[in-house]
Each structure stands twice: as C-alpha cells, then as structure tokens.
C-alpha cells in the first residue's frame, strides 16, 4: 500500500530555511528515512508543493485511490478552508489524515494557534522535528490497523 507524505508552502526550503525552528536537514532526507522506517509493503511518495489548488488536488486523488495521507499543510494549516474541506474529504471516506508539524505551533506566535485542519485530521503530531513524521506512519493506517 501507498502513504502519501504531502507538504505545503515553504517546505521545499526546509535545510536552510529556519534551521532553529526547523532544523538543517531536507525534504529528501526525510524521504529517505521514512522509507527505512516504512513497513516491507508501504511504498513512500512524498511530496511539496507551494501552491493549495495543487495540494487539493493531491488530496482529491487520495480520496479516489483510497489511500492515507500524511500532511504537513504549513501556513495553510492557520486559515484554509479549502484546504479543511479537502482533508475533510479524506476522513469521511474512512482513510487516515494525519496533520503534522515539525515544530510545535502552540508554543509559537500566537496565528499559529489556531489549526482549522485539526478539527477534521484523524490525528496530530507536532513538535517532534522530522520524527513527527515517523510518528504519523505509525498511525496513518489508523483506524484500520490489525491489534
Ligand atoms: C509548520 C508550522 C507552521 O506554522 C508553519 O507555517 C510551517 C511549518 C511546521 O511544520 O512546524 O510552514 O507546519
């Protein structure tokens, strides 16, 4: 099966961007090692972007191919809507949405309190570097999981 790691604006950056916030390693390193951690049978396919009707449309495509999706939706995390009601789509289709964050956005300024994506994600991870990402494969199959 195929988790979808998809990251919105500014992400492409990470490495140089922020590196106190965000630390100094990139969008490939995290790549490679969510695909050392991954299950023999989940294939990896990660994926940025700056643009929302882009990462919409990724989420769209999600929805038809029945796959979890692990999303790191940036600054869109604070204000899309669109972007909410995309992920909404997700969940109600029974599939894992996992909200990520590298840092920990309550512990920030204050417009980053406020995730209008958390309230329709499966779950969120936040604060724990590139290891909320780890952390969100272990629930991205969620609720569907064998105990
Ligand atoms: C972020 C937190 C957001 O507030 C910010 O806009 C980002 C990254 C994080 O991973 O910590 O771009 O989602």
């Known amino acids: 099966r195929r988790v979808l790691v998809l990251n919105g604006p500014n992400l492409g950056r990470l490495g140089s961007r922020e590196p106190d916030v965000y630390g100094r390693q990139d969008l490939s390193e995290l790549r490679t090692r969510l695909a050392e951690v991954a299950a023999a049978d989940v294939e990896i396919d990660l994926r940025q972007t700056d643009d929302e009707a882009e990462l ?28 909410r009601d995309a992920c909404a789509l997700i969940t109600k289709a029974g599939l894992a949405l996992v909200e990520v964050h590298i840092s920990n956005p309550a512990a920030r300024e204050t417009f980053r309190h406020t995730s209008v994506v958390s309230a329709v994600a499966t779950g969120t991870i936040a604060g724990f570097g590139f290891d909320s990402y780890v952390l969100a494969l272990r629930g991205s199959d969620w609720p569907t999981r064998p105990s």
């Open 56 to 83: 919409i449309g990724w989420l769209h495509a999600a929805v038809d191919a029945g796959e979890p999706v692990i999303l790191n939706p940036a600054a869109f995390t604070h204000y899309s809507y669109a972007l």
